[in-house]
């Protein structure tokens, strides 16, 4: 069974960062490519950064680049979302997922396993 566990959220403030882990158990973590998503009430989730498998390639959205960066520790089955420079904006649960193959997306239906998220809210 595929268990992903983000922890590391909370509160923080406008210009504070934040480093969002998953842990991940129940497949090979080294032969996927994962990713992040964040979802506030109301809306669908939206894409926020993808990794490969090896790390080597990443993604993000533009609302986040040069804020946020995606990395992953295959040794010990943990993917992280360094968050900095944050906005109020940012608010949301954030979601970590498991890809169905090796390259990193930014296509919601490319993920077969989800966390259960983990609340960021930012104040301003």
């Known amino acids: 069974q595929v268990r992903l566990v983000e922890s590391g959220g909370g509160p923080v403030q406008a210009g504070g960062s934040l480093r969002l882990s998953c842990a991940a158990s129940g497949r090979t973590f080294s032969n996927y490519a994962m990713g992040w998503f964040r979802q506030v009430p109301g809306s669908e989730r939206q894409f926020v950064a993808t990794?490969?498998?090896?790390?080597?390639?990443?993604n993000y959205a533009d609302f986040v680049k040069g804020r946020f960066t995606i990395s992953r520790d295959n040794a010990k089955n943990t993917v992280y979302l360094q968050m900095d420079a944050l906005k109020p904006e940012d608010t949301a649960v954030y979601y970590c997922?498991?890809?169905?193959?090796?390259?990193?997306?930014?296509?919601?239906?490319?993920?077969?396993?989800w966390g259960q998220g983990t609340q960021v809210t930012v104040s301003s």
């Open positions: 997922a498991s890809a169905t193959s090796y390259s990193g997306t930014n296509s919601r239906e490319l993920y077969d396993y």
């Open positions: 990794i490969s498998w090896t790390g080597r390639s990443t």
